[in-house]
């Protein structure tokens, strides 16, 4: 390699320190204001917009399950077709339904183990209640 042609390479790598001292140097200066922060996009979900869930429903003709854990809140829904009492053995609870109409229960599962629901003067089981352990 002639002198020359050293003598240019060491120009360029003069230039390029140069070059890169004045980047470095104005990106770090207090005289600019820092840019803006960026604007992020956030993603909030929305409310559920679904209605309150619902209790089960049990009508006569057919033996509902239910299950829960100790300390849930039992709820569910009875229609009849006949005018009666619904009583949820153990639980010692009874409502009146007339035909037609719904009822809802609604009570803490305090005791465990497995329940009758029935239609009481027709003795008919329409539900079983199971209350588990926690």
């Known amino acids: 390699m002639s002198r020359a042609q050293r003598l240019t390479f060491l120009a360029i790598a003069v230039a390029i320190a140069i070059v890169a001292a004045i980047l470095l140097g ?3 200066g207090d005289d600019e204001e820092p840019p803006p922060p960026r604007a992020q996009a956030t993603v909030t979900p929305e ?4 209605p ?6 049990i009508t006569s003709g057919k033996l509902t399950k239910l299950r829960f854990k ?9 229609r009849s077709d006949v005018t009666d009492e619904v009583h949820v053995h153990g639980y010692d609870l009874m409502k009146d339904v ?17 329940f009758e629901i029935e239609l009481e003067n027709a003795r008919q ?6 209350v588990d352990p926690r």
Do not use: Y
């Open 70 to 78: 100790q300390g849930d809140t039992v709820r569910f829904r009875v």
């Open 98 to 114: 007339e035909p037609g109409k719904e009822i809802t229960f609604s009570f803490p599962a305090e005791i465990t183990g497995i």
């Open 47 to 50: 409310p559920a917009a679904t």
């Open 26 to 28: 104005s990106s770090g």
């Open 125 to 130: 089981q329409i539900a079983q209640l199971r």
């Open 52 to 57: 309150k869930a619902e209790a089960p429903l």
